[in-house]
């Protein structure tokens, strides 16, 4: 597999790539992809590459998925007849309290 990483400067300005890919626990995904000369180099000094391009994408997944949480949250916030709707129940719920 080392081969495959070479550096041949006689290649163009891009390398295809092949990595594994983590998506499940019990499975892998080989993927082909495109890098800049620059990129190419630096995944190169990387022991796993497989590895650090798997916690890239999964920082990317988990940024990706605060900021739709956080858009989420202010819709909800911003929308008054779901907050009406909710202190209803709230008032629902609290009907069964013992205090």
Known sequence: MDSFFALDHN??????YSVIL?????????STFTLDEEVAQFLLTKENKSAYINTLI????????EAAILKANI??????QYLEELS???????DGEIG
């Open 75 to 80: 819709e909800e916030a911003e929308d008054a």
């Open 22 to 30: 983590k998506g499940h626990i019990d499975m892998q995904h080989r």
């Open 88 to 94: 209803e129940w709230d008032n629902t719920l609290s």
């Open 11 to 16: 290649m163009p300005l891009w390398y295809d």
């Open 58 to 65: 999964r920082r990317d997944i988990s940024q990706e998925l």
